[in-house]
């Protein structure tokens, strides 16, 4: 975009209705989570510091309806639920990665959020592809 023209609005709508759909701190603290396995709820919960069950629920739910992710439950006993990555959601793996570059290069230096634990920070770069 050259100065003093305006963002089109086929330009901009994709921006924004991605910044909607995982725009969320916790959205993607929870995505990163998936890209290391797939996990179950309580696994989850004990890997974000911070959150609550609900706000959890709430995001996994929205997750969910936006084909981030998907549960997926196998028979046995007992049964168990994970929630793991669609193909949708697996895309965002160079995402993070190009958003990790980015704090290092800019926020270095500030202190992290209380969430950020020096897992999730360690980690990032090594996250393994998975298959969907």
Known sequence: MTPGTSTSKSEICPVVESIYTIGNKWSL???YNLMKSPKRFNELKACIPGISSK???????ELQKNGIIE???????PEKTEYVLTRKGEDLRKLMQEVKAW???????Q???ESCGPELIRDLLTIPAQSV
């Open 29 to 31: 603290v929870i995505t």
């Open 55 to 61: 706000v959890l629920t709430q995001n996994l739910s």
């Open 71 to 77: 549960k997926k439950t196998t028979l046995g006993q």
């Open 103 to 109: 704090g290092e290069k800019w926020l270095t230096g």
């Open 111 to 113: 202190q992290p959020p």
